[in-house]
Each structure stands twice: as C-alpha cells, then as structure tokens.
C-alpha cells in the first residue's frame, strides 16, 4: 500500500509562492501517475494537475496554468507543486494522489488509489 505525505502548506499573501511536496512510502512509486487535488470549504474536490510517471507528460487545471508547476523526482519518491502569483481563490486544502499508469482521465478522483491526508493553503488578499 502507497502512503503519500503532503508538506509545504501555510499562510501567504496574494501574488506570493508556496512549494508543496508529496513523498511516497514506496519504492514503486515511478509506476503511478501523480496528481494534485484540491477542495476549498463547501466545494467539490477539484483537480490541479497530474504529472505522468516518466515526468514528461504534465497536465494542469485551466485556472492555474501558467501559475503553477508539477514536477516529479523518482530517485526521491517525491512530487512537487511549485505555485506562484497565488490568489485568494487558491485557498483550500491540496491533496496529493497516486494512480495507475492508464484508466479513466486523471482530472477525475476516481483515476487514483491512493491519497494524502492534505495540507492547508490559505491565500490572504
């Protein structure tokens, strides 16, 4: 079983960056794909952006494109979610997520197994 451990969350002020971070407790960690959730209060979980497992092949959530970066590194188990520029709509808790290679779109939850236990970004204006 995959344990996924988010860090990096906290307060920040509109315009500023946080760096988020998922470390996987498995070795096979580079047969998943790896996604980024998030879910504000009273609202669906939604999703961010997903990084395939060779790391090529990136996919973001248009309200964040061009602001955010997901990246991964194997030899570390670990997934990144560098955000800049964040807004105040950025606010929620951002769940980490690990998934197999193929199967239903990785914008959907349901693509993935596996998820962390979230951290809090909240974006003060």
């Known amino acids: 079983q995959v344990q996924l451990v988010e860090s990096g969350g906290g307060l920040v002020q509109a315009g500023g960056s946080l760096r988020l971070s998922c470390a996987a407790s498995r070795g096979t960690f580079s047969s998943y794909v790896m996604g980024w959730f998030r879910q504000a209060p009273g609202k669906e979980r939604e999703f961010v952006a997903a990084?395939?497992?060779?790391?090529?092949?990136?996919y973001y959530a248009d309200s964040v494109t061009g602001r955010f970066t997901i990246s991964r590194d194997n030899a570390k188990n670990t997934v990144y979610l560098q955000m800049n520029s964040l807004k105040p709509e950025d606010t929620a808790v951002y769940y980490c997520?690990?998934?197999?290679?193929?199967?239903?779109?990785?914008?959907?939850?349901?693509?993935?197994?596996?998820w962390g236990q979230g951290t809090q970004v909240t974006v003060s204006s």
């Open positions: 990084v395939t497992w060779s790391g090529g092949n990136t």
């Open positions: 997520a690990s998934g197999p290679i193929s199967g239903v779109p990785m914008t959907y939850p349901a693509r993935y197994d596996y």
